[in-house]
């Protein structure tokens, strides 16, 4: 079975700054693929950003870029010139090639501060 | 991109009766549709996962007689929480995953049921 661990529930950061979600996971699968969505508050599921693990490079979408350490089994999640609407809870995800089940960590709120 | 339509987006019954969740993909077939519940502030865990034609698969735990999912077509399938109690009160997610990229999930809005 697979796992997810995001170790800060809560941070914040001020706008226009850089501010860097982590995440961990568990697993003995070779080939996978790694998420982070947004939850704001409306409380509908945005996908943020993904990757491949069989992908050396690291995923980047405009402000939103990753840190994939394979080896580490690590996941972190830099959004640079935070702004308010980025206010939200994140969750990192893991998903199955062959299943296409997910496995969610527990979550890290932002909140991002004028 | 890929939309899933989940309704009612909110709902209100009285306990004991039943409530039906349904959700949909508008523009793709879903290979798997999952469903999720999620309590505030927490993570989502998922309850089932749903293939079309077929039984679903529920996670440990999860009452597939209180729970049914029915997965009728390739752009549909229901959750009825079945004798609904308040403890059942609470946010319920769908996902779909796309037959040809069975990886990336797509999200209903969601259902926030109350049970009174």
Redesign the interface.
């Known amino acids: 079975a697979q796992t997810v661990t995001q170790s800060q529930p809560e941070m914040s950061v001020q706008e226009a700054e850089t501010v860097t979600l982590s995440c961990t996971y568990d697993t003995s699968e070779s080939n996978y ?1 790694l ?1 982070w ?1 947004k939850q704001p508050p ?4 945005i ?1 943020v950003i ?1 990757q491949e693990a069989y992908k050396q490079q690291n995923a980047t979408e405009n402000r939103f870029s990753v840190n994939f350490q394979k080896a580490a089994k690590s996941f972190s999640l830099k959004i640079s010139d935070s702004q308010l609407g980025d206010t939200a ?1 994140y ?1 990192c995800a893991f ?1 199955n ?11 890290t ?1 932002l909140t991002v501060k004028p | 991109g890929a939309v899933v339509s989940q309704h009612p987006s909110r709902v209100i019954c009285k306990s004991g009766t039943s409530v039906k969740i349904e959700c949909r993909s508008l523009d793709f077939q879903a ?2 549709m ?1 469903w999720y519940r ?1 309590f505030p ?4 865990m ?1 309850m089932a ?1 749903s293939n079309e034609g077929s039984k679903a698969t529920y996670e440990q735990g999860v009452e597939k007689d209180k729970f049914l999912i029915n997965h009728a077509s390739l752009t549909l399938s229901t959750l009825t929480v079945t004798s609904a109690h308040p403890e059942d009160s609470s ?1 319920y ?1 769908c ?1 779909a ?1 796309v037959r040809e990229i ?4 797509f ?1 209903g ?2 259902t926030r049921l109350t049970v009174v």
């Open positions: 693929y998420f969505y409306s409380r509908q599921m996908l993904r809870m969750f998903t090639t062959n299943a296409g089940k997910s496995t969610f960590g527990d979550g709120t | 290979t798997t999952f999620q502030k927490q993570s989502l998922l996962t946010f997610i996902s995953t069975n990886t990336e999930a999200f809005q969601g």
